[in-house]
């Protein structure tokens, strides 16, 4: 793309759920949409599969603004289950699968979910026994007329899988109940769903300790995706691949819709797991690899790397992956983005896959089409001028409505601004140069992480006084999790089995893979106002861990 064709594009059709999957599955039919092992989806399929569970939904008595949950990995099915319900105007508070019962209970609550589409087992985790441990007495409840005091919006779980216990209905079962409600009913519940309504609630770790669940529109949902295609290589036939969840932007937005747009097939596993993925791709021919750095090395570093057909791969994230007539080699020159959950993904970006003008090493790319952007000195609120380092803020039809429960004087500006909590500055050419966090939080392996979230766990511990949480540098996963426990008088633990308890307590990544236990406070270092000195302590940690 030239630099004089920047410019914001959108669909012809209106931006809603039904009108979108309806325009794809006309524009590509029997192409294959999802692919899942042996289930495979086309276009056409996921129109009519999620029709009938939109007809179903409905003859239950979900309705626009119904807040219906999904808990499920990717795949077909989660497909289906999440264009059924915001074609009808629910809201889809999306759930990670990755989350321990109090980190559940917490979302599922906050998001109030009325109606949940879960599955039974999935890999290591018991769904069905993860609800029944949040929510005392659902074991005794009916699917369809839940009532338990600990979630007091919760009605109705719909599951997926063989095991399912009595307080569950079957999606079959569901489905059943389609013929209740003709086409026509469908056609006028969408009717009724406008670009600007909310459509999804996507939970990210903030930089306070509780999630912060972010709300998108239809409008911004399926216009985002449409307008980044020109800095893109995807094109219909295409096939992409990657272990990124549908529950996270990077997975929805970036890949899923991206892929429906261009009429490109997204290729699915269970688990990431280098050698079984290598066969995937291989397999399934594969042309774009999305995922995080770290996935490079895994892969390439894997056995029988030097041995795999990977010809078919063009494009993706993952430099390594490319021919290498199409590697750039240096990260800094690769043509790069920053994005977030709370602007859908990039807010700023090049031709993904180029190589940057000389002279702009390091730029994450310029402005969006339809997104500004200012860089803002925190102490003074006035604007930076060019090269002056100073927070991001951005604007743009990109930006999600709002936090969860949180009133907009909360979250934006007056005049709507959002202030993104990062570091960086603008050329005067107008590229973006993120240079960190101005906050605390901790990026592992493309996950956030937010320390005080983390320390309020480990301070439960019966042995502990004191938590301190922060990343350390590693070469592969961006930052590793650290923790310094400061132990109460006459208690200790050793860190292995503190960690072992802390991961039957929160999901597997916020786990610190480092923690250095003191028997006394005065062991750590602390500033003369009382409070302990980060930086100082961050930097022992560094030293100690920054490497390994």
Avoid at 271 to 284: K, Q, S, V
Avoid at 342 to 359: A, R, T, Y
Wanted: glycine share 8%; net charge negative; charged share 25%.
């Amino acid at each position: 793309m030239s630099t004089d064709e920047r410019t914001f594009r959108e669909p012809d059709y209106r931006a809603t759920a039904g009108e979108f999957i309806r325009h794809v599955a006309d524009e590509f039919g029997d192409r294959e949409l999802a692919v899942l092992g042996d289930h495979r989806l086309t276009f056409a399929e996921a129109e009519q599969q999620s029709a009938i569970m939109a007809r179903a939904l409905l003859a239950s008595g979900v309705k626009a603004g119904t807040h219906v949950g999904l808990l499920a990995p990717n795949g077909p099915d989660w497909v289906v289950a999440w264009l059924a319900a915001t074609r009808i105007g629910a809201v889809v508070p999306l759930l990670n699968t990755y989350y321990k019962p109090r980190e559940l209970n917490w979302v599922l609550a906050h998001s109030e979910v009325e109606v949940l589409f879960t599955v039974d087992h999935h890999l290591d985790h018991d769904y069905r026994e993860r609800l029944e441990a949040i929510a005392p007495g659902l074991d005794e409840q009916s699917h369809a007329a839940i009532r338990v005091d600990s979630h007091p919006a919760l009605r109705t779980v719909w599951m997926w899988g063989d095991d399912i216990p009595a307080w569950a209905g079957s999606v079959a079962e569901l489905n059943a109940a389609a013929d209740r409600v003709t086409d026509a009913a469908l056609l006028e519940a969408e009717a009724n769903v406008r670009p600007n309504d909310a459509m999804l609630v996507i939970y990210t770790s903030g930089s306070t300790a509780e999630p912060k669940g972010v709300i998108h529109s239809h409008g911004s949902t399926i216009r985002h995706p449409y307008n980044l295609l020109p800095f893109r290589d995807l094109e219909p036939g295409d096939v992409c691949y990657t272990p990124m969840p549908l529950f996270w932007v990077g997975g929805l937005t970036y890949t899923l819709l991206s892929c429906m747009h261009a009429g490109a097939t997204v290729v699915f596993e269970s688990r990431f797991e280098p050698g079984a993925t290598l066969d995937l791709i291989e397999r399934e021919q594969v042309t774009h690899v999305i995922g995080w750095p770290h996935m490079a090395k895994a892969l390439t570093e894997h056995p029988s790397f030097p041995e795999r057909d990977l010809s078919s791969v063009r494009g993706g994230s993952l430099d390594a992956l490319l021919p290498e007539h199409l590697r750039v080699g240096d990260p800094e020159l690769r043509a790069n983005s920053l994005g977030m959950t709370e602007s859908l993904g990039p807010h700023s970006i090049e031709m993904i896959g180029s190589v940057l003008p000389p002279g702009k090493r390091g730029s994450f790319g310029r402005s969006v089409p339809g997104v500004q952007h200012r860089i803002v000195d925190p102490v003074s609120g006035k604007d930076q001028p060019p090269g002056e380092m100073g927070e991001i803020w951005i604007k743009g039809y990109s930006l999600m409505l709002g936090h969860l429960k949180r009133s907009r004087s909360e979250v934006f500006t007056k005049d709507g601004w959002f202030r993104t909590g990062d570091a960086g500055h603008l050329d005067a050419d107008g590229h973006l140069y993120f240079k960190g966090r101005m906050g605390d939080q901790i990026k592992s392996s493309g996950m956030n992480v937010t320390p005080r979230e983390v320390e309020l766990v480990i301070e439960e511990q019966p042995e502990v006084m004191h938590a301190f949480v922060m990343g350390v540098p590693h070469p592969e996963r961006g930052e590793d999790v650290a923790a310094a426990v400061v132990f109460r008088p006459d208690h200790s633990a050793e860190p292995d089995d503190l960690r072992a308890r802390l991961k039957n307590e929160m999901s597997s990544y916020k786990v610190p893979r480092h923690i250095v236990t003191y028997a006394s406070p005065q062991e750590l270092p602390w500033l003369e106002s009382g409070k302990i000195d980060r930086r100082a302590l961050q930097d022992s940690l560094i030293e100690r861990f920054g490497s390994s």
